[in-house]
């Protein structure tokens, strides 16, 4: 071990939390009391309290060969954001539960923390509490969210009504290309043996980016408020676009039609896929963390989703008995099937 790293057992369970915590500084009134006592105490008054959880575990959801500890950190809580988000809500608490085996040092979680507290600050969430435990399987992260939505105003994955819009902000496939140019050229290093191997991700950044550090679309939901929209039904895309219309059919009890050629996708995700000799329209469809949202809208809002930048009218929804199906670019219909991220299977599900 480095002489300039700090055996976690130095400081023992308390003093790393305090260690890890003291820079949290409380900014919202909800939260009356933070980490150090048995419990939080959180104060909602005329608001629904909304809760999401995700657990993160080494080797199935990351690989630290090639995530930096302090993008994992963000990432981790940037996506419990975004489910908040999916509900028309704002997140306002988190608490971080860690399993931690031997082989980490206390800069080791430093680092991975140093990215929890950016994405606080920038979110403007509070860490609220947590717990720590030793690991024999390397690093879990589990993190739970705290949001609130206005009584009556959440927006569910069942609301969805026939003729209504279905839209996408932002670009997809680019963070399931982004992993695969990362597990590519940690291949290459790997093979090639020698310790100063450079990857190569000129002109490559953004999808590495999505796939690194991705972000939650408050700006969606602040715009989609500013324009009086209230999506008939949503949730963030992260197991893959046909997975999550498949759900909002499914829990909306309708069908749908999405155009193949309304699919917004990135031209870094474009080169990416065909130097993989992979399909881009089915990457873009399956691929999962993107982190955009996904929602329906009623047929009278079309001009005003018109106006917004950074959103895609993608197709409309059926009625149930017409199924769930891509129209190709000739006309065709493909059914869609959720081939998307499945943690108990492989990578992907068929």
């Known amino acids: ?20 915590t003291k820079d949290f500084p409380l900014k919202n009134d909800s939260s009356k009391v933070g980490v150090g006592d048995d419990a939080a105490v959180l104060s909602y008054g005329d608001k629904d309290v909304l809760v999401t959880t995700d657990l993160l575990l080494e ?11 302090k993008h994992l950190g963000y990432k981790a809580a ?4 975004s489910d908040i988000y999916a509900m028309n809500g704002t997140p ?41 435990s030793a690991s024999v399987t390397g690093l879990v992260i589990s993190i739970t969210c ?35 140019l990362l597990e590519r050229e940690n291949k290459v290093a790997a093979e090639s043996g020698n310790k100063d ?3 190569d991700f000129a002109g490559k950044e953004y999808i590495i980016e999505r796939q690194l550090k991705p972000e939650a679309r408050r700006d969606i939901i602040q715009m989609l408020a500013k324009e009086g929209i209230r999506p008939t039904a949503m949730m963030d895309v992260s197991d893959g676009l046909s997975s999550e219309l498949l759900h909002i059919c499914k829990d ?10 309304r699919i917004p996708i990135d031209y870094q995700t474009a080169v990416m896929a065909e130097e993989l000799n992979m399909n881009l329209v089915m990457t873009a469809m399956n691929g999962g963390e993107d982190y955009e949202l996904l929602f329906t809208v009623p047929l009278v809002d079309k001009e005003k989703i018109e106006k917004l ?17 891509m129209v190709s670019r000739d006309g065709g219909e493909i059914p869609i099937r959720a081939q998307g991220w499945n943690a108990f299977t492989s990578e992907t599900e068929s």
């Not at 929890?116 to 979110?123: N, P």
């Open 1 to 20: 071990m480095d002489n300039n790293q700090t055996e976690i057992s130095t400081l023992g369970e308390f003093g790393l939390i305090d260690r890890l």
């Open 59 to 69: 080797g199935i959801h990351f690989d630290l060969r090639y995530v930096p500890l």
């Open 78 to 81: 940037v996506v419990n954001f």
């Open 92 to 132: 306002r608490q988190i608490t971080v539960s860690l399993g931690v085996s031997s082989r980490f040092t206390v800069e080791h979680i430093d680092a991975l923390y140093s990215g929890i507290r950016l994405a606080c600050e920038i979110y403007g969430v509070d860490l609220v509490g947590g717990d720590t």
């Open 146 to 180: 705290i949001g609130d939505v206005e009584k009556d105003k959440a927006v569910f994955r069942s609301g969805a009504q026939p003729t209504d819009l279905i839209c996408v902000s932002g670009d997809l496939g680019a963070a399931y290309m982004g992993l695969q």
């Open 197 to 199: 191997f450079q990857p």
């Open 252 to 261: 909306s009890g309708v069908g749908c039609r999405v155009y193949e050629d």
């Open 309 to 325: 930048n950074g959103v895609s009218m993608i197709g409309y929804v059926t009625k149930p008995e017409l199924g769930a199906a």
